[in-house]
């Protein structure tokens, strides 16, 4: 299990990396934001951080 970021909603604020105390979360060349599903541990963080409510379980 881990979180997961719906690109749709994403506006590239970084506030889900600097808020992740497990440095799970992915920054691409391009600038595209995704979560690394080894590092991530649910701890929900990034997902009550950001503005877009972008942020959330995968099923
Ligand atoms: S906090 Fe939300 S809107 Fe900001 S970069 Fe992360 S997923 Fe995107
Ligand atoms: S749920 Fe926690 S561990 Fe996973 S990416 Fe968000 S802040 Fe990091």
Redesign the pocket.
């Known amino acids: 299990m881990?979180?997961m970021i719906d690109q749709s909603k994403c506006i590239h604020c970084a506030t889900?990396e600097v808020?992740?105390?497990?440095h799970?979360?992915l920054i691409s060349a391009e600038g595209v934001f995704s979560?690394d599903t080894e590092?991530?541990?649910?701890?929900?963080?990034?997902?009550e951080a950001c503005p877009m409510d972008a942020?959330s379980k995968q099923v």
């Open positions: 881990a979180h889900c808020e992740c105390p497990f799970a979360v979560i590092k991530c541990r649910d701890c929900r963080k990034c997902a942020i």
